[in-house]
């Protein structure tokens, strides 16, 4: 297996936390377990994703909520927020206010662009401001204003009894340097680094100059750097779908290859007028997805990730996925497990 360029410095997972629609609490308790499995297994981070009008997490930062008081040290990341759905003070404030709860462990990451089936949706979402909504950049430029203590409004002081603040409260000092973007192309790459972001790349991008996954990868991950006042030491994390076998059973082997397999055709060629590509999932012992992930180009230029968990897997499925990855993949990956909280 070749060398590492560099030793691998944090590693996370991500959910989407599904659950069945007749017993909702069953799976966000299953989300709040795993959480709490990856603090004591020594993962860095935890991630979650959205998905509204699902039967997955429609509401991460209230879930991350809860597992801020149920663990003590692994960080608590979205990947991602897509901010069509949101306002932008509004998040603001629920952001600070469970950085806060945590103990200053919130990453959260968003996206801009309308919101999926926006068509289907746009009457309930926003029934009088359809068609004059913002889903650019302009709306994540608001929440990092919002996030970093510029004023909201020019109104301040007392009233009465109540004093008001013209900034959003509560203010959660150091959240604002933990605000990551997920992109997928050139431009939002250069914009996060521009803006002072973390950047987040995971297993779609924009084929724009090749068609190649690895090579578009690494374009993205050198443009956000050339444009961030950190330069080479501005932070990105990178989000595959990793699924080790170490300690599967026959069964759980046989359902992760047909997984895979299944999957593996959308990753031959783009999709859609915007090209997008994915890249394909990765399952086999450590160390043959470590040689793997050594093979590709942008995997050697990071030193953070934050795998995906295969999104129709069961929990005991997670368990063994996580203390694979958290006791076999991230040593081989020249990983340490952080002290457990």
Same mark, same amino acid.
């Given at each position: 297996?070749?060398?590492?360029?560099?030793?691998?410095?944090?590693?996370?997972? @991500?959910?989407?936390?599904?659950?069945?629609?007749?017993?909702?609490?069953?799976?966000?308790?299953?989300?709040?377990?795993?959480?709490?499995?990856?603090? +004591?297994?020594? $993962?860095?981070?935890?991630?979650?994703?959205?998905?509204?009008?699902?039967?997955?997490? /429609?509401?991460?930062?209230?879930?991350?909520?809860?597992? /801020?008081? +149920?663990?003590?040290?692994?960080?608590?990341?979205?990947?991602?927020?897509?901010?069509?759905?949101?306002?932008? *003070?509004?998040?603001?404030?629920? @952001?600070?206010?469970?950085?806060? *709860? #945590?103990?200053?462990?919130?990453?959260?990451?968003? #996206?801009?662009?309308?919101?999926?089936? $926006?068509?289907?949706?746009?009457?309930?979402?926003?029934?009088?401001?359809?068609?004059?909504?913002?889903?650019?950049?302009?709306?994540?430029?608001?929440?990092?204003?919002?996030?970093?203590?510029?004023?909201?409004?020019?109104?301040?002081?007392?009233?009465?009894?109540?004093?008001? #603040?013209?900034?959003?409260?509560?203010?959660?000092?150091?959240?604002?340097?933990?605000?990551?973007?997920?992109?997928?192309? *050139?431009?939002?790459?250069?914009?996060?680094?521009?803006?002072?972001?973390?950047?987040?790349?995971?297993?779609?991008?924009?084929?724009?100059?090749?068609?190649?996954?690895?090579?578009?990868?690494? /374009?993205?991950?050198?443009?956000?750097?050339?444009?961030?006042?950190?330069?080479?030491?501005?932070?990105?994390?990178?989000?595959?779908?990793?699924?080790?076998?170490?300690?599967?059973?026959?069964?759980?082997?046989?359902?992760?290859?047909?997984?895979?397999?299944?999957?593996?055709?959308?990753?031959?060629?783009?999709?859609?007028?915007?090209?997008?590509?994915?890249?394909?999932? @990765?399952?086999?012992?450590?160390?043959?997805?470590?040689?793997? *992930?050594?093979?590709?180009?942008?995997?050697?230029?990071?030193?953070?990730?934050?795998?995906?968990?295969? $999104?129709?897997?069961?929990?005991?499925?997670?368990?063994?996925?996580?203390?694979?990855?958290?006791? +076999?993949?991230?040593?081989?990956?020249?990983?340490?497990? /952080?002290?457990?909280?």
């Amino acid at each position: 297996m070749p060398l590492p360029t560099r030793p691998l410095r944090k590693l996370g997972f @991500l959910t989407i936390g599904l659950f069945d629609d007749a017993d909702p609490r069953a799976g966000h308790e299953s989300t709040l377990e795993i959480i709490e499995l990856g603090e +004591r297994l020594g $993962f860095d981070s935890a991630w979650l994703r959205h998905r509204h009008l699902q039967y997955g997490i /429609s509401s991460p930062v209230a879930v991350l909520a809860a597992a /801020s008081q +149920r663990t003590s040290r692994i960080e608590l990341g979205t990947a991602v927020i897509p901010l069509g759905w949101e306002n932008p *003070l509004r998040l603001a404030e629920d @952001l600070a206010t469970v950085d806060l *709860l #945590s103990g200053g462990r919130l990453n959260p990451g968003v #996206s801009v662009g309308p919101p999926m089936h $926006f068509d289907q949706v746009k009457d309930a979402l926003y029934p009088d401001t359809a068609d004059t909504e913002d889903f650019g950049y302009d709306r994540v430029s608001r929440l990092l204003d919002f996030v970093r203590g510029k004023p909201a409004t020019d109104f301040s002081g007392v009233e009465g009894f109540e004093v008001f #603040s013209d900034r959003v409260q509560p203010h959660a000092a150091g959240l604002g340097g933990r605000l990551w973007y997920g992109g997928g192309s *050139l431009r939002s790459a250069r914009w996060a680094g521009e803006h002072g972001m973390n950047f987040l790349t995971s297993s779609v991008v924009k084929a724009e100059e090749s068609e190649d996954f690895a090579e578009i990868q690494l /374009s993205h991950v050198r443009a956000f750097r050339a444009h961030h006042p950190d330069g080479e030491r501005a932070r990105v994390s990178q989000g595959l779908v990793v699924i080790p076998t170490d300690s599967a059973t026959p069964e759980q082997r046989a359902k992760y290859e047909a997984y895979v397999e299944k999957r593996t055709p959308r990753t031959t060629t783009t999709h859609g007028p915007a090209r997008m590509m994915f890249a394909p999932d @990765l399952v086999g012992t450590s160390a043959e997805i470590a040689e793997r *992930l050594y093979a590709q180009a942008a995997f050697r230029e990071i030193d953070e990730v934050a795998f995906a968990l295969p $999104f129709t897997f069961g929990h005991a499925d997670y368990v063994q996925i996580l203390t694979d990855i958290a006791t +076999r993949l991230g040593p081989a990956l020249g990983w340490r497990p /952080s002290a457990q909280g």
